[in-house]
DNA sequence: TTGTTGACTCCCG
DNA sequence: CCGGGAGCCAACA
């Protein structure tokens, strides 16, 4: 095996699609947000938002990550049937200082970073 | 190799 | 405003 790279560290930390995505929201800073789509179009295919949330959904508990910072284009949180991650997502984003609409809707236009562009 | 799935987005009614 | 359908690409079995 090689040295170096551990047979038991997981897949996104290794250079791949996933691993990109999570190096980007990485760098999402706190009461700040982003969406699925931007992300992918840093990353260089504005098609590929669902593979971000894909690449999200593949994140280890405990990740540096800060996956709860990526929302959807509607400025919602996209829950896909797990209420439970949405419930924590929008606790954590509250936690920052990010406020919600009485629909559960957060304003994009004021919460959405700016992307000082992803090699 | 192919086929299926999916934390999305856009369009239409 | 909300719902349904189609398209897109990457990873997994």
């Known amino acids: ?9 997981p897949r996104v930390c290794k250079p791949g699609f996933h ?16 969406t699925y ?3 992918a179009g840093v990353l260089g295919s504005p098609r590929v938002a669902r593979q971000v949330g894909w690449a999200l959904a593949a994140l280890p508990a405990g990740s540096d990550v800060p996956w709860h910072r990526v929302i959807n284009a509607q400025g919602r949180i996209s829950h896909r049937g797990e209420l439970v991650r ?6 954590l984003l509250e936690a920052e200082g990010v406020l919600f609409s009485d629909s559960g809707r957060l304003d994009l236009a ?6 000082p562009e992803l090699p």
């Open 19 to 34: 691993g990109r995505v999570a190096a980007a929201v990485r760098l999402v800073p706190p009461g700040r947000v982003t």
């Open 37 to 39: 789509g931007d992300v």
């Open 110 to 115: 004021s919460l959405r970073w700016d992307w």
């Open 1 to 9: 095996m090689a040295a170096g790279l551990p047979s038991d560290e």
């Open 86 to 91: 949405a419930s924590e997502q929008r606790r």
